[in-house]
C-alpha cells in the first residue's frame, strides 16, 4: 500500500510540474513551382521555390508558469529551405529571446520583432497574406525598408487595457561599426472587427561611414478590418532619411469562399529627394488564393507584378513573379 500511495505522489507531482512548464516544436514547410521575371533584363527563372507564401520554419517555444501570474518565457525559431534542405546552421534569426510576463506587461530580452514591424505586417495582412507576392515588395523601392528584427532588442509590451495596448523596444549597436541603433514604438486599439495603430521607428548609424545605411525615421499608420465577408488592411508609411522621403501606402482585401480564400493588394511608394523633386516612384499589385485541406494544409497560388521608375521617367524594374504550392504546419 505504502508503495502504491508513493507512486500515485510521484505521478502528480510529476504531472503539476508538466502542467506548469511546456515547451513546444512547431514549424512550417512551404515549397511552390514557379517563375520569376525581370522584363528590364529579361532574365526569368522558373524554379521550385521555398517559403513564398510564409517563410519555411522550425521553432521552439515554451512557458513556465512561476505562480502569482507571474510566467517566464522563450522563442528560438530558425528560417528554413525547403527545396534544398539547407537550414544555416540552424540559426535562430527569427526569434532568440527570453523574457518575463504576468499584469504588469510583457519583457523581451534578445532577437525580437520590433513594435514597428508589428504594424508594418499589419497594414499588409490581407494584401496577398504578408507574403512574397505582396505589392510592396516591387513599390517600395526607394530607401531601403525598417530592419524589422533588430539583434540586442529590450522590449516591452504593456498589458491590454479597453482595447489599447502600447510597445516600445531599443535595440543596442555594441560599438559597432555596421549595425545601428535602433528605437521603435507603437500604439494599438484591437476591438471587435478594427485593429488599428500607429508606429515610429529610428534606426541611428552615426558609427557607419556607409552613406547607403545614414540615420532613417519609419512613421506609420496601418489598420485592419475584418466584415465577416472580407476583410481589408492598409496603411501609410513615410521614410525620412536626411530630408530625402519615401511616401508610402499599400491597401488589401481578402475575401473567404468556404475552404477558399482570395486575395488582392496594390501599392505604391513615391522618393524625393532633399529638395522635395521626385526621385522616382513604383506600383505593383497582387492576387493570391488559397485553399485548406485541413487546419494544418493549404494549397496556393499568387501573382505578382510591379515597375519601378527612376527621376528621369525610364523603367528600372518590371518585375512579373507567378508560383503554386502548398503549404504545412506542424
Known amino acids: ?13 510529476a504531472g503539476a510540474a508538466m502542467a506548469q512548464s511546456n515547451v513546444t516544436l512547431y514549424g512550417r514547410l512551404d515549397a511552390s513551382i514557379g517563375t520569376d521575371k525581370n522584363h528590364v533584363t ?3 527563372n522558373s524554379q521550385l521555390f521555398s517559403g513564398m507564401l510564409t517563410t519555411s520554419r522550425l521553432g521552439f517555444r515554451g512557458t513556465e508558469d512561476l505562480g502569482g501570474g507571474l510566467k517566464a518565457n522563450f522563442q528560438l525559431e530558425a528560417p528554413l529551405t525547403v527545396d534544398n534542405g539547407n537550414a544555416a546552421g540552424l540559426a535562430f534569426t527569427r526569434a532568440s529571446w527570453v523574457g518575463l510576463s504576468g499584469g504588469f506587461g510583457a519583457l523581451r530580452l534578445g532577437l525580437t520583432d520590433s513594435p514597428y514591424k508589428d504594424l508594418f505586417d499589419l497594414g499588409n495582412s490581407h494584401a496577398v497574406y504578408d507574403s512574397a507576392f505582396s505589392p510592396y515588395n516591387v513599390a517600395y523601392a526607394g530607401l531601403a525598408n525598417s530592419i524589422g528584427r533588430p539583434a540586442n532588442t529590450v522590449r516591452y509590451d504593456t498589458p ?4 489599447f495596448s502600447s510597445a516600445v523596444s531599443y ?3 555594441e560599438d559597432s561599426a555596421t549595425t545601428p541603433q535602433v528605437g521603435a514604438f507603437n500604439v494599438r486599439y484591437k476591438g471587435g472587427p478594427v485593429d488599428v495603430g500607429l508606429a515610429h521607428q529610428n534606426q541611428n548609424n552615426k558609427n557607419n561611414a556607409d552613406p547607403a545605411t545614414l540615420d532613417r525615421d519609419y512613421t506609420l499608420l ?3 478590418f475584418d466584415f ?7 496603411s501609410y508609411q513615410i521614410t525620412d532619411q536626411s530630408g530625402a522621403k519615401d511616401k508610402e501606402f499599400t491597401i488589401g482585401v481578402s475575401v473567404p469562399l468556404g475552404a477558399f480564400d482570395v486575395s488582392a493588394g496594390y501599392a505604391r511608394g513615391k522618393s524625393e529627394n532633399a529638395a522635395g523633386a521626385n526621385n522616382g516612384k513604383g506600383t505593383a499589385f497582387a492576387l493570391g488564393a488559397t485553399y485548406a485541406l485541413s487546419k494544418r494544409t ?7 507584378n510591379g515597375d519601378v521608375e527612376n527621376a528621369e521617367g525610364t523603367t528600372t524594374t518590371d518585375r512579373t513573379l507567378y508560383s503554386f504550392g502548398v503549404r504545412h504546419d506542424f
Open 1 to 13: 500500500m505504502k508503495k502504491r500511495l508513493i507512486a500515485l505522489a510521484a505521478l502528480a507531482s
Open 42 to 44: 529579361n532574365v526569368s
Open 160 to 163: 491590454n487595457l479597453g482595447g
Open 171 to 173: 535595440s543596442f549597436n
Open 222 to 224: 496601418a489598420a485592419s
Open 228 to 234: 465577416g465577408a472580407a476583410r481589408l488592411s492598409g
Open 298 to 304: 493549404r494549397v496556393y497560388g499568387g501573382y505578382l
